[in-house]
């Protein structure tokens, strides 16, 4: 994320664009509850910003970035999009759809396992006090 802003912070220097916010968001494409993306809309709906910069488009979000555009194009914001992935057919990009869920979804499975483990352990070694 850090070499993210980075670039994009370097792009906007390069370009001569001032007055400009980083919003940064750490989790998976498919969290529609994440504090940035939540800044980000309500930015855009209340006219509060002109352009938005980002590496690639699905940094916006992996499902439904479509709907970012449409609220941009709506509210005559520029969209700027440093970089773009290969042009991939329509197999390509299902197959890397189902790979972005099941890895979203390994990772809850593992982190709630994790978690649940980490309490037990505690809870043991209150029990043993």
């Not at 479509?66 to 440093?82: G, H, P, S």
Request: charged share 35%; with cysteine; glycine share 6%.
């Amino acid at each position: 994320m850090r070499r993210q802003t980075e670039e994009l912070k370097n792009y906007c220097q390069e370009n001569g664009i001032e007055n400009v916010e980083v919003i940064e968001d750490l989790g998976s494409g498919l969290n529609y509850k994440k504090k940035g993306l939540r800044k980000l809309l309500k930015k855009i709906i209340m006219g509060k910003v002109s352009r938005i910069i980002v590496t690639y488009k699905d940094r916006l979000l992996r499902f439904g970035t479509e709907i970012i555009t449409y609220l941009c194009k709506l509210k005559k914001i520029e969209l700027i999009t440093l970089h773009s992935r290969k042009e991939s057919n329509y197999y390509e990009e299902l197959a890397e759809d189902v790979v972005a869920i099941l890895t979203v979804f390994a990772s809850r499975i593992y982190g709630r396992r994790s978690h649940e483990k980490k309490r037990s352990q505690t809870q043991k070694a209150s029990e043993t006090a």
